[in-house]
């Protein structure tokens, strides 16, 4: 991405129908009025595991204010920042909105700060400032939803992610973590069109391939399931879960040879994890593979209960989970707690 000029910063109104404006200002007042009031009692579900902070591309020069002294402390705001001078970072933030405070983009990185020590309530309040200056902030809406998905106010968060995506289509954070909160929803078809928007968008997210195949697959659309794991094996060639919902999926369709050998890549890759829980039920599945094939006649102790056999495949398809802050070309926990980070300048 380029350097951003003011006008870039400043996106357009006229992205928003009158009537979305008024449905998504009357959510926001409300919210604002009955939310925030509130936010010292949310329950935090999991500490944020953000440890890279996204890198701005805006420079120096960038006119984010005509206020040449309020520009002059965001952009020292910027560089400390991006040096993980987080205590630095904010108190240039907060003088920049001292002499400017229509400046949303600090608001934001005030957010971003927050969110990161898990002060959540605050990095709300900051998010929701943010809105307020710039009602066309796409990644303030962004990281609203992000905060809102973190403190399980699930619906708050779908209404903050899809404003987003109102704004800018084409955020594929966005696009990953609504599809996250449709599935839990049980509404797969709409998670399923969020996910595929996704790897249109960006066809290296082993983790959006991942959950689509198991949105696809609860839709008993099995041969594109397959595909999506497949796909998701080929970015991330270590994702022991792609590998066992692959495996299980298989086994069911009943390609035992083909079952046989994607379990065992799962199977590995568990135990080098240190996941044994899971590494011995696929032994459990293996064995029960292994003798209809008739490749092994497995000894009295070894064979597989009613129970046991019940157990090994009711857990056909894996839950989903928000992935890590981080995101690699070769995640390493794609089944993590947290909702997947902003990976864009907080000062888009």
């Known amino acids: 991405m380029g350097t951003l000029t ?23 007042n409300l919210f604002c009025q009955v939310t ?13 595991t953000m440890t890279n902070f996204p890198v701005s ?3 120096a020069e960038t006119a984010i204010s005509q206020d040449l002294e309020a520009a002059s402390f965001f952009q020292q705001g910027v560089t400390r ?7 630095g970072a904010e108190y240039a933030f907060r003088q920049a909105l001292q002499r400017d405070p229509n400046l949303g983009a600090a608001r934001n990185y005030l957010g971003n700060i927050f969110m990161g020590q898990n002060r959540l309530d605050v990095a709300l309040q900051e998010f929701t400032e943010a809105i307020k200056v710039n009602p066309n902030f796409s990644e303030a809406y962004y990281n609203l939803g992000l905060v809102l998905h973190r403190q399980g106010e699930k619906d708050a968060a779908i209404t903050a992610y899809r404003q987003s995506l109102v704004i800018d289509s084409t955020r594929v954070a966005a696009l990953y973590n609504l599809g996250l909160l449709l599935y839990e929803q049980g509404n797969f078809e709409e998670a399923i069109a969020a996910y595929q928007k996704a790897v249109s968008l960006d066809g ?41 919902n692959l495996g299980v999926t298989l ?30 039920k696929i032994e459990q599945l293996m064995q029960q593979i292994a003798q209809k094939s008739g490749q092994q006649q497995p000894q009295a102790s070894q064979t597989a209960t009613p ?9 056909v398809v894996q839950t989903p989970e928000p992935q890590t802050a981080n995101q690699s070309e070769t995640p390493a926990n794609p089944a993590s707690t947290e909702p997947q980070s902003t990976s864009t300048s907080p000062g888009q």
């Open 57 to 59: 591309k805006l420079l």
């Open 6 to 28: 003011y006008e870039e910063l400043k996106i357009s109104t006229g992205l928003l129908l009158m009537s979305e404006k008024y449905l998504f200002s009357h959510w926001l």
């Open 251 to 280: 086994y069911n369709q009943g390609e035992l040879k083909k079952a046989s050998g994607v379990l065992k890549r799962a199977h590995n890759e568990y135990r080098q994890q240190g996941n044994i829980e899971q590494a011995q």
């Open 36 to 48: 925030l009031g509130s936010c010292s009692a949310f329950l935090v579900l999991a500490a944020p």
């Open 204 to 244: 290296s997210n082993a983790n959006a391939y991942l959950n689509l195949a198991i949105a696809l697959q609860q839709q008993g659309q099995i041969e594109p399931a397959i595909a999506a794991y497949r796909q998701a094996l080929q970015l991330n060639p270590k994702s022991a879960s792609a590998y066992y």
């Open 307 to 315: 129970s046991q056999s019940s157990d090994s495949t009711s857990n």
């Open 81 to 87: 920042y991006n040096r993980q001078d987080l205590q």
